[in-house]
């Protein structure tokens, strides 16, 4: 085994690097991709403004001279979890090569998908629930047509998923008409997470 060049870059990351790693061949080309880092500080500053008047409500409701240990608690106990939560989203990525994909969840859970399940990789614009708006949805899709891996326009952008099909290898359809919920669930109920495989309404 020889040491042969892996090209990895960091999709909306803000920057790419060039490693080497032992590999046969020409090398191995591993794209890592990453979820938008502005969307990590616009949830963060959505928790705080629900925080700050939590913290508001226990020092006027509670005796103002026994409130500030529960207060103080409250706000350290909330600090903690916003913090387990910023590393989490921090460490979450995607890494993509011709071997197959590897996801690394918000969670810490990871799952691999192999090149030889995935057929194709399909793009579609998805309209948000009571909304005229879309957002770019990508399903990597297993030979047996049933979604392996997405990704939502809310966490990753075009650019990041314009690189998954190439790097994979495999054919990209992109649907021209845009499509609800409902008539992906209607169409395609195996691209959808199991939640979204029933309507409210039913």
Same mark, same amino acid.
Request: hydrophobic share 45%; net charge positive; aromatic share 10%.
């Given at each position: 085994?020889?040491?042969?060049?892996?090209?990895?870059?960091?999709?909306?990351?803000?920057?790419?690097?060039?490693?080497?790693?032992a590999a046969g061949g020409d090398g191995l080309?591993?794209?890592?991709?990453?979820?938008?880092?502005?969307?990590? *500080? &616009?949830?963060?500053?959505?928790?705080?403004?629900?925080?700050?008047?939590?913290?508001? @409500?226990?020092? *006027?409701?509670?005796?103002?001279?026994?409130?500030?240990?529960?207060?103080?608690?409250?706000?350290?106990?909330?600090?903690?979890?916003?913090?387990? @939560?910023?590393?989490?989203?921090?460490?979450?990525?995607?890494?993509?090569?011709?071997?197959?994909?590897?996801?690394?969840?918000?969670?810490?859970?990871?799952?691999?998908? @192999?090149?030889?399940?995935?057929?194709?990789?399909?793009?579609?614009?998805?309209?948000?629930?009571? &909304?005229?708006?879309?957002?770019?949805?990508?399903?990597?899709?297993?030979?047996?047509?049933?979604?392996?891996?997405?990704?939502?326009?809310?966490? *990753?952008?075009?650019?990041?998923?314009?690189?998954?099909?190439?790097t994979l290898g495999v054919d990209e359809t992109?649907?021209?008409?845009?499509?609800?919920?409902?008539?992906?669930?209607?169409?395609?109920?195996?691209?959808?997470?199991?939640?979204?495989?029933?309507?409210?309404?039913?």
């Open positions: 085994m020889s040491a042969a060049p892996m090209n990895t870059r960091s999709g909306d990351a803000g920057g790419s690097f060039i490693g080497t790693a080309r591993v794209i890592t991709l990453r979820p938008r880092r502005s969307l990590g *500080w &616009s949830y963060g500053l959505a928790l705080t403004a629900l925080v700050v008047p939590l913290l508001a @409500a226990e020092l *006027w409701i509670l005796d103002p001279q026994k409130a500030w240990p529960i207060v103080a608690a409250t706000a350290a106990m909330l600090g903690v979890v916003l913090g387990l @939560a910023w590393v989490a989203y921090r460490r979450a990525h995607v890494s993509v090569s011709r071997y197959g994909i590897v996801e690394r969840g918000f969670f810490g859970s990871t799952t691999t998908v @192999a090149a030889r399940d995935v057929a194709r990789v399909l793009r579609l614009q998805l309209y948000r629930p009571n &909304s005229l708006d879309t957002t770019d949805e990508l399903f990597v899709v297993c030979r047996g047509g049933r979604g392996r891996f997405r990704m939502r326009g809310r966490f *990753w952008d075009a650019p990041t998923m314009d690189l998954v099909a190439e992109t649907r021209s008409e845009p499509v609800t919920l409902a008539e992906l669930r209607e169409s395609d109920p195996s691209l959808l997470y199991w939640f979204e495989r029933r309507s409210l309404l039913a």
